[in-house]
């Protein structure tokens, strides 16, 4: 396949998509117009895809499968501070360490793959990631839901609140696209984003324990039994 501006056909190819896509959505961009943006007959977009949805997945994927890995990797480290927290410190953990940096990842993920995240989100209908946001969902509630249930053994008791983690998940996939659709900065971002995943992995994380006797009672019991 030939080359312009130093450009193979496919790079040119899936930089016109990207803005078709991102223009039009997935349902209503045309193949037609991608090719002749790119300057390629139909027949060279099918020597490179199988169809629109490979297109569209070719370039949405990447940045989807890293944010994935990224979150479930904070998690996991998260869930270690609690494991190995004296469990009297559980109510003020401190996970501002782990969490500027995932957030300084998580900001950079998101703004060097702005335009294929607003695809996702706002462009994704008819395609097999029409669902992405639910998938991000389902994502953060199974990783709220293994926080919590590691600090209920560190509690030695206490019943997770299913409506709660539920919520947490939906607020916090919501606080990350008002972010990104409404911070053009990506320095102010980086600030911002900070300060909501401290909110919400933080003490809001509690809300989703319910202990008997209440949260600090069982904090003391349970410290009791540790120094035991």
Not at 61 to 73: A, F, Q, V
Not at 77 to 88: L, M
Not at 133 to 149: G, K
Not at 188 to 206: L, M, S
């Amino acid at each position: 396949m030939s080359q312009t501006n130093g450009r193979s056909a496919k790079e040119r190819l899936m930089e016109c998509a990207r803005e078709e896509f991102f223009a039009k959505g997935y349902t209503k961009a045309s193949l037609r117009k991608i090719c002749a943006n790119a300057g390629v007959t139909t027949g060279a977009l099918y020597f490179f895809f199988k169809d629109k949805a490979e297109l569209f997945s070719e370039i949405v994927s990447p940045p989807y499968y890293e944010l994935i890995d990224l979150i479930s990797k904070y998690f996991a480290k998260s869930e270690y501070e609690v494991i190995s927290a004296d469990v009297r410190s559980l109510p003020s953990i401190n996970f501002r360490p782990i969490s500027s940096k995932f957030g300084d990842e998580l900001i950079r993920l998101l703004y060097e793959n702005k335009k294929e995240f607003l695809i996702l989100i706002n462009g994704s209908e008819g395609s097999e990631y029409s669902d992405c946001i639910e998938r991000f969902v389902e994502l953060m509630e199974r990783c709220y839901r293994s926080f919590a249930e590691k600090m209920c053994l560190r509690l030695h008791g206490g019943q997770i609140n299913d409506y709660v983690l539920h919520w947490l998940a939906h607020q916090s996939v919501s606080s990350i696209i008002h972010l990104l659709t409404h911070q053009a900065d990506e320095e102010c971002a980086k600030h911002n984003v900070e300060i909501i995943i401290n909110c919400i992995t933080g003490n809001r994380i509690h809300a989703a324990v319910e202990v008997p006797g209440g949260f600090e009672r069982t904090i003391q019991y349970a410290g009791k039994d540790q120094k035991q």
